[in-house]
């Protein structure tokens, strides 16, 4: 039972540089979140998708784009990545918030560093 | 915007010894979740508050709701090494389901 799988777990990367942060559920999961996780400030909301096809900015998206192609997968991109983006992410997902108010489920993080 | 002030930022105590935190908000929230982070994982799940003064425990855990419904409060009883780790509320209102997450609370356990 995997849940919320999220590759990769580390990656360094050089300023200017790309890459996609992927995310997978097997929970048959609506909603789909990307955080970003910094000293003292919690969690915070990048993007999320409420939908396959759908996508919404949350309290942080500057520097970010998402798509949600597949209902079960989220994925993150950078497009020139900054040293402001080192940060920890992590994907979660839930069902609807018209089933019953479900929580978050979270993965396990993905260690990003931007030299 | 709407945002959680989660108090205090850390703590050590000793094994055995009871623990409170608490969630402030500025708005009104219909959920309040609380969340354990163990060092390289992500948040678990510990308990969830759909009501207004509801109380809930989960073994040494129990969290209520306040009725104001701008506060919560995690409490862990007779603390053990492996409650060690970072416990994050996080308050969701009734437009479009986003959880706003508190800064976190530290927590040492000492044998």
């Known amino acids: 039972n995997a849940g919320v799988t999220q590759t990769p777990k580390f990656r360094v990367l050089k300023t200017g540089q790309s890459m996609t942060l992927l995310c997978a559920q097997d929970m048959n999961h609506e909603y789909m979140y990307w955080y970003r996780q910094d000293p003292g400030m919690g969690l915070r909301l990048i993007h999320y998708?409420?939908?396959?096809?759908?996508?919404a900015k949350g309290e942080v998206p500057d520097g970010y784009n998402v798509s949600r192609l597949k209902k079960q997968n989220f994925l993150l991109g950078l497009e020139s990545a900054a040293p402001s983006q080192t940060s920890v992410y992590f994907c979660a997902s839930s069902y609807s918030r018209w089933q019953g108010n479900q929580p978050q489920h979270f993965g396990d993080g993905t260690r990003l560093s931007i030299l | 915007g709407q945002q959680l002030n989660q108090s205090p930022q850390s703590m050590f105590i000793q094994e055995g010894e009871d623990v409170s935190m608490n969630c402030t908000s500025s708005?009104?929230?219909?959920?309040w979740l609380w969340y354990k982070q163990d060092p390289g994982e992500g948040p678990v799940l510990l308990i969830a508050l759909y009501k207004a003064g509801e109380l809930t425990s989960n073994g040494r855990l129990t969290a209520q709701f306040g009725i104001t419904r701008k506060d919560s409060f995690l409490n862990i009883s007779a603390s053990i090494p492996s409650d060690v780790g970072i416990y994050f509320c996080a308050g969701r209102d009734n437009q479009g389901g986003k959880l706003i997450f508190g800064q976190g609370t530290e927590l040492s356990v000492k044998p």
């Open positions: 998708s409420v939908g396959e096809g759908t996508t």
């Open positions: 708005s009104i929230f219909n959920t």
